[in-house]
């Protein structure tokens, strides 16, 4: 076991939050009483910054749910606090099975501008992450785009080849989302897409969820020295039952289900939709399973996610 680190409390920063305290940042009328609360049980659980998460859905209705939470957040102290920002997962990412993950096929699609700039504006100006495939990016103009507005790109969810992943490098694209998720259970045994962008490490910040269902922990434990503790970043990928407990929640519109480990599965047990997981609980996962010190638990859950921002 390596050495604790001097055991301050980390306060953390995560990327990726959809949701939290059983609230559903995907859901159509959210209130300003829910959004609070949701800020209360983050701040509770020593959240000091994240970004609110908007998964794929078609283009007005991302852009009203995006506004809808802007103009929350703008009236309450308390949520400008803990939301820093906004992310869109999709929806230029890979259609294909096993690459979409839980996003509905029927509204993934190639890299449109004018779709992106609608989605900007709806985000007020808080649009901090955008995960895109980067071979469904056409030319890479998004990518560039975005990377020129000082938009950090991630790719995820995609079947990219090593040569769409460098042009993507090239266009300005610098992290991976979730990295080891958001692909086949099955996939060739040495050209796929976890070792294409584990190739990558150091051009890339490498993201993980942290929760032992989405990566074991011994998978995860070989990522992250390939990953580089200077350049990987742990996130909870985090839905509505997150603070909460074991139970049914609604999350983008569909039932999903919390089970006893707060791993978060489709109504029909078929799929992982996302994670139940809260950042306290990450810590301890890395403590535990991982043998992680304080120190290099606080690069990758508070440290590395603000450098990889500027924040």
Not at 7 to 33: C, H, M, R, S, W
Not at 284 to 303: A, P
Request: charge should be negative.
């Amino acid at each position: 076991m390596r050495g604790r680190g001097d055991g301050a409390p980390v306060n953390y920063f995560d990327i990726q939050v959809n949701g939290y305290g059983g609230v559903d940042f995907n859901k159509d009328e959210l209130t300003a009483e829910e959004l609070h609360f949701a800020c209360e049980i983050l701040q509770r659980d020593r959240v000091t910054g994240s970004f609110a998460t908007f998964v794929t859905d078609q283009i007005p209705v991302m852009c009203r749910r995006a506004a809808r939470l802007v103009k929350l957040r703008e009236r309450d102290p308390l949520c400008r606090q803990l939301i820093a920002g906004i992310h869109f997962e999709g929806p230029f990412m890979n259609e294909t099975a096993g690459y979409r993950g839980a996003h509905p096929e029927t509204a993934l699609h190639p890299a449109k501008m004018d779709e992106m700039k609608q989605l900007l504006d709806a985000a007020g100006g808080l649009v901090k992450l955008v995960t895109l495939a980067p071979e469904r990016d056409p030319g890479m103009a998004t990518t560039r785009y975005l990377a020129g507005q000082g938009i950090v790109v991630s790719a995820g969810h995609t079947n990219a080849s090593l040569d769409d992943l460098h042009a993507g490098i090239d266009a300005g694209l610098t992290m991976f989302t979730h990295l080891g998720n958001g692909c086949p259970m099955q996939m060739h045994r040495h050209d796929n897409i976890i070792q294409r962008a584990l190739s990558c490490a150091g051009k890339l910040w490498l993201c993980f969820i942290a929760d032992g269902a989405h990566i074991p922990f011994f998978a995860l434990k070989n990522f992250l020295k390939l990953a580089g503790s200077e350049h990987a970043i742990i996130t909870t990928d985090a839905s509505s039952p997150a603070g909460m407990g074991p139970g049914t929640y609604t999350f983008s519109g569909k039932t999903v289900v919390a089970d006893e480990t707060m791993t978060l599965w489709a109504a029909d047990r078929s799929h992982f939709v996302g994670s139940g997981i809260s950042m306290p609980k990450v810590e301890e996962n890395l403590r535990q399973y991982l043998g992680f010190s304080d120190t290099e638990i606080r690069k990758l859950l508070s440290d590395n996610p603000r450098r990889a921002f500027g924040i």
